[in-house]
């Protein structure tokens, strides 16, 4: 019986699972530049002014060895003014003791902070991890951006996705939106493809073309084709924040979905242990009984409203069940079942639908795009 790890929040769990209810274990393998090779990319690619400011949005590992080249590098030509900044709340430990290790510092700034921040410095750099996104097909540094300082855009791509599946994996005409307010800023990307387990490409330089061209070379190596399944288990763990909130954990969700037959059960591993979201989101305002349902359709964003949106289309075509510290009782309000362990969530599986069913397992949905043989976009 082979055993399968699969994170949860900044863990991971085991799966024991037979071969043959194994339909396959979906995840990235992709090939990694090795540390000389990264420094080349980087000394060709990256130039520093005397004032420079790097921001990024969700820390991620791999981040650390593009950081330690820039800190290293503003060493040597004796910058004049330099930061690192997050918007992150939830910086891992592990990431905060190997910054420590090579003397790196990151400042946290809110989200009000970032455009007044930006006209302080000669240069901004944006540090992203391409990701698939259920709101804009792809995150990057254009999205975030895009997420954190510009409401009234937000409010328009809001309005491409009302009474919409989820987008993930498409150019969306909401991410040609951030692409274009992002054009307005004085800023340079850097865009990483990576997995656990390291780097397989850096794209820096024009805001579209580095961003598109990152997009285009992931979808190569992280698209696959597969039957759709009767069930499925989806986790995601390259990212120390994707299952943090309710919010990041159905962005994986959403990413995989149709994965699954109609009436089949999606299992999500979903820790959440920072809550639904933001405190002032659509998800709290919801289970509060907070939120007008109107507003649905008037293309006036607040935070998480896509999930609501994406749950009202989707959540009765199948059997939705989250292993979660939040109470049940939050779920279950919006059509989400609860279940205490991932030994649970195969048990519920095979109940269902008999013990030689097969079952697609994803272990980094963020990082993941599962199209039926044949799909064309």
Not at 156 to 181: F, H, R
Not at 204 to 213: H, P, R
Not at 341 to 359: A, N, Y
Not at 365 to 376: A, D, F, K, R, V
Request: aromatic share 8%.
């Amino acid at each position: 019986m082979p055993e399968i790890w699969l994170g949860y929040g900044d863990s991971e769990v085991i799966l024991d699972i037979k071969y043959e209810n194994i339909l396959e274990n979906s995840k990235p393998e992709f090939p990694l530049l090795d540390n000389i090779s990264l420094n080349d990319e980087l000394e060709n690619k990256i130039q520093l002014k005397s004032s420079t400011l790097i921001l990024n949005f969700t820390p991620f590992l791999q981040m650390i060895p593009i950081l330690r080249y820039i800190n290293e590098k503003s060493k040597k030509i004796e910058m004049k003014n330099f930061e690192i900044n997050t918007l992150s709340k939830n910086m891992p430990l592990k990431i905060k003791r190997k910054l420590g290790d090579f003397g790196i510092s990151i400042n946290r700034i809110r989200c009000d902070e970032v455009l007044n921040k930006m006209k302080n410095f000669e240069k901004t750099i944006v540090l992203e991890k391409i990701e698939y996104d259920p709101f804009f097909g792809y995150k990057g540094a254009t999205t975030e951006l895009m997420r954190s300082n510009f409401p009234n855009e937000m409010d328009n791509a809001y309005s491409n996705i009302v009474d919409k599946c989820p987008q993930s994996g498409i150019i969306t005409d909401s991410l040609n939106i951030s692409i274009e307010i992002s054009k307005t800023l004085n800023f340079e990307p850097i865009h990483i493809i990576a997995n656990n387990d390291g780097i397989n490409s850096v794209y820096i330089g024009d805001i579209e073309n580095s961003f598109k061209k990152a997009v285009e070379k992931f979808n190569k190596i992280s698209t696959k084709e597969i039957e759709k399944s009767k069930s499925v288990i989806i986790s995601g763990n390259s990212n120390f924040d994707i299952q943090s909130t309710l919010s990041n954990s159905l962005n994986l969700l959403w990413n995989n979905y149709k994965t699954v037959k109609e009436n089949g059960i999606i299992v999500l591993l979903s820790e959440n242990r920072m809550g639904l979201g933001d405190g002032y989101g659509a998800l709290l305002q919801f289970v509060e009984n907070r939120l007008d349902q109107t507003g649905l359709k008037k293309y006036q964003y607040l935070k998480d409203l896509e999930h609501i949106n994406f749950l009202n289309i989707i959540k009765e075509k199948f059997d939705i069940y989250a292993i979660s510290t939040l109470p049940k009782v939050y779920l279950n309000k919006l059509g989400i079942k609860t279940i205490s362990s991932i030994k649970e969530g195969l048990e519920t599986i095979l109940v269902k639908h008999g013990k030689s069913s097969k079952i697609l397992i994803i272990s980094n949905s963020e990082l993941t795009n599962i199209l039926e043989p044949g799909y064309q976009k």
